[in-house]
């Protein structure tokens, strides 16, 4: 099976690859030439895409944690957070969309403050709500030949999100807003979406999974 991974220099797709990549045929493309398999790969050129037929997946890994209050974000932060979690991915889709097999499954990574509010969160979450609303659209616009879901994590500890680890006391903060009292690793979420890729998930699409330690759904 061919997936592509896209922003594989991500924690969580480093930690997908390294984990499953005796089960599947993974193509990496990241603009980070060491973790891609395409040299200058930029998302918003599709210049810099290379052909691939038969595709069986594909993973959205890019995305932009960015967090003001409203009056301190201008308009370039708002447009730059959904050129990378948005738009590249409407670019990958349009141009890979044709190549899909039938069954392939389709996976994009969203956030738990796409429908959890929380203060300074304006931009990301609106650009993740709109990749949740693209999910299920599409997911009922290509069945049955083609399954898309979305994962939707709480604070994983990655390197996108180190700032808010640098010291124990930050670490047990953030462990503290989540129920289960500590926060997410790259292995809890890269183990859901191989679930999704799948034949393992063969009867799920249309879905959002909330791995957030308890967050969107808990009060204790």
Known sequence: MKILLVGASSDIARHLYETYKNDYDFIKFSSNDEFSDVSNFNLQDPDTYTDIENISGIVYFPGTIVLKPFKQLGLEDFKNDYDINVLGLLKILKYYQASL????????????????????????????????????????????????????????????????????????????????????????????????????????????????????????
């Not at 047990?172 to 292995?187: A, C, I, N, V, Y």
């Open 101 to 220: 097999v039938d069954g392939a499954s389709l996976v994009f990574i969203s956030t738990v403050a796409a429908k959890l509010g929380m203060p300074f969160h304006s931009s990301i979450s609106m650009c993740k709500a709109s990749l949740e609303a693209l999910s299920i659209s599409l997911a009922a616009e290509w069945a049955p030949k083609i399954r898309v879901n979305c994962v939707a994590p709480s604070l994983v500890n990655t390197k996108l999100a180190r700032r808010f680890f640098r010291n124990d006391k930050q670490k047990e903060m953030m462990s503290d807003r989540h129920p289960l009292k500590k926060t997410g690793k790259s292995e809890d979420i890269s183990h859901t979406i191989e679930f999704l890729l799948s034949n393992k998930s063969n009867w799920v699409s249309g879905q959002v999974f909330n791995i957030d330690g308890g967050m969107s759904s808990l009060k204790i």
